[in-house]
């Protein structure tokens, strides 16, 4: 059908066969991870799945969590600096874990400013021992990576310390913030389409926040 539609010279028939041959391949992808998962019980790999027949790029996110434990688009990574403002995104490809993020923020910080942050946050995702020595050993002096699970005494100690908790308060306000990227920013629902313009999208999103931000500083000064 596509190669009868492409000999004819109509603008209509080159769409459609344009547009079939883009569909085509992703419905039999459709089919046969059905018939893999539901007729032979197979387990079918995330990188193996495609979950959206209009956005394919689009990843299986685990969420771990119980009223939502999985969801369905792309992680957005973002680094943000005393005061609110984002210095960094990155749209994640499939589902990384978050600990594999924290040396990539480190070395952007210290390249984008010239010497590493005085004090660096995360949430307990992030957490590892390593993690927590890759900062030491960058130069960050306060070190804020909850430990998740069981604790030993020296651990509870350690995080009950005053500059500890305080970086805790902080930290979840970046949370906050967050939040006000997707409400008022856009970055709860991508509109513009591809993995292309689902970047433009959260690339644009982060801007537009970085400017509300600086905009309400510059009008408390005045």
Known sequence: ?????QKQGADEAQKLAESLATFLPRAEQVVAQTVRR??????????EKIVSIFEPH???IRRNKAHKPT???HKVWLDEVEGGIVTRWQVLEGNPSDKEQWEPSLEHHTQQFGRPPNQASADRG??????EAIAQQKGVQRVILPKPGKKSEARK?????RWFQQGRKWHAGVEGRISVLKRRDGLDRCQDHGEKG???WVGWGVIAGNLHVIGQKVAARA
């Open 71 to 73: 969801e369905y688009g």
């Open 198 to 200: 689902f970047a433009r």
């Open 1 to 5: 059908m596509c190669a009868a539609l």
């Open 38 to 47: 539901i007729f032979a019980g197979e387990q079918v790999p995330a990188q």
């Open 58 to 60: 689009t990843a299986i």
């Open 126 to 131: 992030v957490y590892s021992s390593a993690n």
């Open 157 to 161: 100690q350690h995080e009950k310390q």
